[in-house]
Every structure is written in C-alpha cells, then in structure tokens.
C-alpha cells in the first residue's frame, strides 16, 4: 500500500503570501494518477489538480501542481480569502486501490 | 451539470447494517469511463477511499473495509449504494458519493488519468445506541 505523507500539518500565512504544500509517497506514484483536492468547513472535496499538473476546469491559475516519483507539490501563487482551507493529495495504485493524505490546514496568520 | 445526492438514515446502532443510497442527476450512471465511488471522513479527520462501481457491477474496495462493505449498482434508477455491516461507533463520519474519472491519454505519451471530479454534499452517519 502507498502511504501518502503530507506537510505541514498546518501552514500559517496571511492573503497575498506563496503557500508550498508538499505531499511524498512511500513509493513511486505514476504522475497521471495524482491529484490534489481542497476542503471548505462543512463542504465537500473540490477537485484542483489531476495528472500532478493539470488544473481542473474553473481553478484559478494561481494553483499549480508539480513533482513526479515520490514527491509532489501543491503552489498558490498569491493566497485569495477563500484559499484558506484544508487541501489534499490523493493517489491511484493498480491494486486498484485508491489514499488520501492527511492533509495540510492553510490557516489565516 | 452532474449533481450526486447521498441519502439514508443519519443514525445506525451499532453491529447493524448502514445503508446509503447516492442519486446521480444531469448525467448517466452508465457512461463509460466513470467509476462511481464512497469516501467517507470521521469527524475532524481526513478522507478515507471506501469503495468503487462501475456500472457493469465490477467492484473494487479498500483492504480494511473489504469484508464488511458492499457497492451496487441500479441503472434503472441512476443510482449506487454502499451496505457496510457490523458498524461501529468507528464506523461514525460524513460518507461522501463521488464521480471516479479513469481517463485515456495519448499525449506527450499514454496512459491514464485517475481522479474525483464531482461529489455530494455528503450525509453524517452516526453510529450509536
């Protein structure tokens, strides 16, 4: 089973800061087959990436996937009010068998 | 635009049955391509991949869940659902229905893209006496 390790935990950053999360497998993942999500209080997952780089329909170009192998990352470019939220990265393996990462909270500072 | 609405009772005692329903609209549960699939979140805690269907009735479940959950399909209503048994107060969190895209590329290569487009709402299931 691939592990998905995400950090940090929390991110603290005010509006208009960069926020890196990164997210590392405990083996390699197939880059197709990486996505990230991002979760509102009290709403569903929000689909942003897939493919590790590839934007979803209607996000914002301050998202930006990158990372292939083992480590992956998730960029916001300049940090909007309504990017503080918890996001996660999500991987597919030909068990089948799909994981969730923790998840990183980007809080307001 | 596909909407999907989980239904079903928000309270099970524990080691009966939980049972949930997930309605697709503005789209065919039949489409190729898409697995439809349960995710769920204990409170304050993050995502849990259940299971997945395809509309053919093909399955395929994570480990841990594996001998107590069960996905089906009903083309005829547009709808799937989950049976997880002998529930637990562990067993406690919002479930979330969801559209699984297993989409060909062919690219700057080939291969497969694998992702959750679109979900519910999700519905809290408490497991309690």
């Known amino acids: 089973e691939t592990v998905l390790t995400q950090s940090p935990d929390t991110l603290s950053l005010s509006p208009g800061e960069r926020a890196t999360l990164s997210c590392r497998a405990s083996?390699?993942?197939?880059?197709?087959?990486l996505a990230w999500y991002q979760q509102r209080p009290g709403q569903a997952p929000r689909l942003l990436i897939y493919g590790a780089s590839s934007r979803a329909s209607g996000v914002p170009d301050r998202f930006s996937g990158s990372g292939s192998g083992t480590d992956f990352t998730l960029t916001i470019s300049r940090l909007e009010p309504e990017d503080f939220a918890v996001y996660y990265c999500q991987q597919f393996e030909s068990s089948p068998r799909l994981t969730f990462g923790g998840g990183t909270k980007v809080e307001i500072k | 635009q596909l909407q999907l609405q989980e239904s079903g009772p928000g309270l099970v005692k524990p080691s009966e049955t939980l049972s949930l329903t997930c309605t697709v609209s503005?789209?065919?549960?039949?489409?190729?391509?898409?697995?439809w699939a349960w995710i769920r979140q204990s409170p304050g805690k993050g995502l849990e991949w259940i299971g997945s269907?395809?509309?053919?009735?093909?399955?395929y479940y994570t480990p841990s869940l594996k001998s107590r959950v069960a996905l089906s399909v009903d083309m005829s209503k547009n709808q799937f659902s989950l049976r997880l048994k002998s529930v637990t107060a562990a067993d406690t969190a919002v479930y979330f229905c969801?559209?699984?895209?297993?989409?060909?590329?062919?690219?700057?290569?080939?291969?497969?893209?694998?992702?959750?487009?679109?979900w519910g709402q999700g519905t809290l299931v408490t497991v309690s006496s």
């Open positions: 269907i395809y509309y053919d009735g093909s399955t």
């Open positions: 969801a559209r699984l895209v297993e989409r060909y590329y062919s690219y700057e290569g080939s291969g497969y893209y694998v992702y959750f487009d679109y």
């Open positions: 083996q390699i993942v197939i880059s197709s087959y």
């Open positions: 503005g789209g065919s549960i039949t489409t190729s391509s898409y697995y």
